[in-house]
Nanobody, 114 residues
Framework: QVQLVESGGGLVQPGGSLRLSCAVSGVIFNRYHMSWYRQAPGKQREWVATITSGGTTNYQDSVKGRFTISRDNAKNTVYLQMNSLKPEDTAVYYC????????WGQGTPVTVSS
């Protein structure tokens, strides 16, 4: 059974940082691309970043230079380091992969507010 479990969300002031983690089980982790998505209140879920099985990264324009996606294949975990956070980054953040079908985590909420 494939499971994705996010953690690390919370309340942070503008300009602050958070690191999200997504622990993956039930798949051979290093074979799969991993992504982060987010969904702000009242908006559609949107793609944030992807890291391929080979380690290549891609980012949504609005987070380039502020967010970094990484993976630790030994720990079956993908991370999202978020720096210089803005109020518009407030959302529930989801981990995602495709392994025979799409899998989503339960989400971790991030609130950027003073």
């Amino acid at each position: 059974q494939v499971q994705l479990v996010e953690s690390g969300g919370g309340l942070v002031q503008p300009g602050g940082s958070l690191r999200l983690s997504c622990a993956v089980s039930g798949v051979i982790f290093n074979r799969y691309h991993m992504s982060w998505y987010r969904q702000a209140p009242g908006k559609q879920r949107e793609w944030v970043a992807t890291i391929t099985s080979g380690g290549t990264t891609n980012y949504q324009d609005s987070v380039k230079g502020r967010f970094t996606i990484s993976r630790d294949n030994a720990k079956n975990t993908v991370y999202l380091q978020m720096n210089s956070l803005k109020p518009e980054d407030t959302a529930v953040y989801y981990c995602y992969t495709i392994a025979s079908r799409s899998y989503w985590g339960q989400g971790t909420p991030v609130t950027v507010s003073s």
